[in-house]
């Protein structure tokens, strides 16, 4: 799966991604839900995003909120507008999604029950969670796992970091073994996979039913292939900047056709380049952030060496 990464796998990333990775599964940015007293619940441009498939792979849409009939009122309106799966966030770490949403339903637990009860009387394609292990304590998603088997939901992402940890430290992936032996819901795990060797790893240590790659997918778009055995399991040296050059060419192509204005193209390529960071090619790399134009990251582009 590709994770949802907010302001980063947008409808022109994901159109990407769908061309050269093929995800068994997308999921949308998160959808802001609004309180029920402040008009509908989700913004008319969020609504378009909702659909069952994009590129004939199925499109997760996923929510955030801490108001439950708003968020149930948003389940109902993606689904009129076309979503066939939805997603709960239960890990997002920052505050400013609203108060009680995100990772803070996890502080909120009668709250986060009721509104899954009702979403899935709502729901009538699949409802899936992406949970964090934790508010502050690694240990809480043990005694959620029957909240959710009862919810009746479908499957979990994990990220075994807890909300308060943000994303420091490293995500322990020996939690989502242990969450693996206690519930009988899929779990897909999700956190620190950069590598195919730690996609690898995480599925045999874990025994997950799948992953989820957020940053290291957007480092290396290859991962996913790389991790069906379709690529190289590593790649470096000319391969590599072969490799890169073709992506962020691409970026701005499908940038060009979804974004208003040069400088917003240029600033939403730029946060792609420095996903994949400077260290492999620092040069290169620098240019292409101090680019002041589309014709001089282009030209960066083209006279990478």
Sequence with gaps: M?????SVTNRALRSLFAKWARPDVLFTEFMRVKPSRIGGPLNPKDLREARGEEHGIPLVFQLIGGDPAAVVEAARAAQRAGAAHLNLNVGCPFGRMGAGSGGNLLRRTPVLEAMLAALRAEVTGSLSVKVRAG???????????????AAGVDFLVL???????????EADHRITARVVGRTSLPVIANGDVRTAADGRRVLEETGAAGLMLGRGAIADPDLFARLRGEAPFTAEGDARASSLRRYFSEVLEQYERVFCG?????????????????????????????????????????EWA
């Design 2 to 6: 590709l994770a949802p990464m907010q």
């Design 135 to 149: 508010y502050d304590d690694p240990e809480q998603l043990f005694s959620l796992l029957p909240l959710f088997e």
């Design 159 to 169: 990220h075994p970091r807890t909300v308060a940890q943000a994303y420091d430290g």
């Design 262 to 302: 040069e400088a917003h193209v240029l600033a939403n390529a730029k946060s792609i380049v420095g996903f994949v960071g400077g260290a492999e090619y620092p040069k290169t790399f620098k240019r292409l952030m101090r680019a002041k134009s589309l014709g001089l990251f282009r030209e960066a582009l083209e």
